[in-house]
């Protein structure tokens, strides 16, 4: 059975895929491989941390959090993905998604088992991922009408299936099913974070091709090096930044004007079109005694990704108010932005997605939504707004000690 309830118009529409996710911290010298079946409570972890079954997430679940905390309460039915609910879904589970009130498709089938994965993490923050049951991977052709009319798309996939959704949307215009909203004429936009499986150098032509017709690509910066044959990206590396300029040279987009975004962990996010560049820190940092409230990194990136999809059509809205009445005084701001040319919107749509990030890795799965005593929606206690502008005035201060630190000017 498919449970549809979509709104008139979409803003947001992932196509990664829902997991429901068993993290354990694995101590030195274990055998992934021989325990990792062996998930019952009583596993002796060698006083590692305990471990954390049925948690929500994938790159969907996290990538919607992502984009519903920028849409807020008011926008939240824009957002939009695909649950496939097996047999074994978790009530609790269901309960936490449709807390969210976004416009999701559940397609139930009890003959199979939920999506299953299996997360260790070492002393060393090296991790290990595996399916414990049949991934059941989403295709352009499962999205709904109203699904594949979406503003922006989330996709986590190879290079190949890029081109699938521009044509889904030309055979429904051929067949006049095509919505009456203004934006049905307007290409989407594609936000792409490649699979980091496929981040090797036989993928390097594919890579380039499917830049050509996504508007932000953003592999994370281990990725980013594995891809071209490096033990890793950084900023401050003169082979990185000809990277970058090979990549950006080629063109990103159908115009050549779109987005690198290269996300680097705790460093934050490094930004690259044609004429600009921005570097934004991470929302949380360590304070004086080396303490942060950093929980648990997983899914960060892809609530990053989803943040930044749903900031790119925000103009306007609360978030970008709060980031303009902080720093329209600003002439670093000012100049900054003025690079940027037509996609002035870009970096505030990163701050928005920097702020979401830190929302995720605050505990384990996803973070907690509730709203005050005057109905006003918090997540894990605070209003996501509110922290945009706490990050907003922290960039304010530092953009005007080192300028140049932050546009990426040597």
Not at 211 to 235: I, K, R
Not at 330 to 340: G, I, M, Q, R, V
């Amino acid at each position: 059975m498919v449970v549809q309830d979509q709104p008139i118009e979409v803003e947001f529409c992932t196509l990664g895929m829902f997991i429901i996710g068993m993290v354990y911290f694995v101590p030195q010298r274990w055998d992934v491989d021989s325990q990792m079946h062996c998930y019952s409570d009583d596993i002796d972890f060698g006083g590692s941390r305990p471990s954390v079954k049925n948690i929500l997430g994938g790159a969907a679940s996290f990538a919607v959090v992502g984009a519903r905390l920028v849409s807020g309460s008011k926008y939240a039915r824009s957002v939009s993905w695909i649950v496939d609910v097996g047999s074994d879904f978790p009530a609790e589970t269901l309960d936490v998604i449709k807390s969210w009130n976004t416009s999701c498709v559940f397609r139930e089938d009890p003959s199979r088992l939920t999506t299953r994965a299996w997360n260790g993490y070492h002393p060393d923050e090296k991790r290990d991922f595996k399916y414990l049951t049949p991934k059941l991977r989403l295709e352009p052709e499962m999205l709904s009408d109203s699904q594949v009319w979406s503003k922006t798309f989330h996709m986590v996939c190879s290079a190949s299936r890029l081109h699938d959704i521009l044509q889904r949307r030309d055979e429904l215009q051929k067949a006049g099913k095509a919505p009456s909203a203004a934006h049905a004429s307007k290409r989407p936009i594609f936000v792409w974070e490649p699979v980091p499986d496929l981040c090797t150098p036989e993928e390097q032509d594919k890579f380039f091709a499917a830049n050509q017709v996504v508007d932000v690509v953003s592999p994370n910066h281990m990725e980013l090096g594995m891809m071209f044959d490096h033990s890793g990206w950084t900023e401050k590396s003169q082979e990185s930044q000809q990277l970058v300029q090979r990549i950006t040279d080629s063109g990103i987009g159908p115009d050549g004007n779109g987005m690198l975004v290269i996300r680097a962990g705790k460093d934050g996010s490094y930004a690259y079109s044609k004429s600009a560049k921005i570097w934004l820190p991470a929302y949380h940092q360590p304070d004086a005694e080396g303490a942060t409230p950093v929980i648990d990194p997983t899914g960060a990136g892809n609530s990053f990704l989803g943040a930044l999809a749903q900031g790119m059509v925000t103009a306007g809205r609360e978030p970008f108010q709060v980031i303009d009445s902080v720093l329209s005084n600003s002439e670093t701001w000012k100049k900054a932005l003025e690079s940027w040319g037509n996609y002035q919107h870009h970096p505030m749509a990163l701050i928005c997605a920097t702020v979401a990030a830190g929302f995720v890795v605050e505990q384990i799965g996803v973070p907690r939504i509730d709203a005050d005593g005057n109905g006003e929606e918090l997540w894990n206690g605070t209003e996501f707004t509110e922290r945009v502008r706490l990050y907003t005035q922290r960039l304010l201060r530092t953009l005007e000690e080192s300028p140049q630190r932050h546009t990426l000017v040597n």
